[in-house]
């Protein structure tokens, strides 16, 4: 299984959380937003120009910044 940043996922794909590498407090409040290891994530679209992320996780929509994304490694969940 191949791991990936969030932010290579193309618009509706999606794949599951493997590890947010992050300072305790972003850790947190991703967390808080629900995002944690093992959660499928869901790249709804990109904005233009390198801008944020619109993201599903479970029932929960988030926008989130290109640094934050990056942060977030994923592992493809496409069948094989």
Same mark, same amino acid.
């Given at each position: 299984?191949?791991?990936n940043l969030l932010t290579s996922l193309t618009s509706g794909?999606?794949?599951?959380?493997?590890?947010?590498?992050?300072?305790?407090?972003?850790?947190?409040?991703?967390?808080?937003?629900?995002?944690?290891?093992?959660?499928?994530?869901?790249?709804?679209? *990109?904005?233009?120009?390198?801008?944020?992320?619109?993201?599903?996780?479970?029932?929960?929509?988030?926008?989130? *910044?290109?640094?934050?994304?990056?942060?977030?490694?994923?592992?493809?969940?496409?069948?094989?």
């Amino acid at each position: 299984m191949q791991c990936n940043l969030l932010t290579s996922l193309t618009s509706g794909e999606q794949a599951t959380i493997r590890s947010i590498d992050a300072e305790e407090g972003l850790f947190q409040r991703m967390t808080a937003m629900g995002f944690r290891i093992g959660r499928q994530i869901e790249l709804v679209r *990109r904005a233009s120009f390198s801008g944020p992320l619109h993201v599903r996780v479970g029932s929960t929509d988030v926008v989130l *910044r290109q640094t934050e994304a990056r942060r977030i490694q994923v592992s493809d969940t496409r069948p094989t």
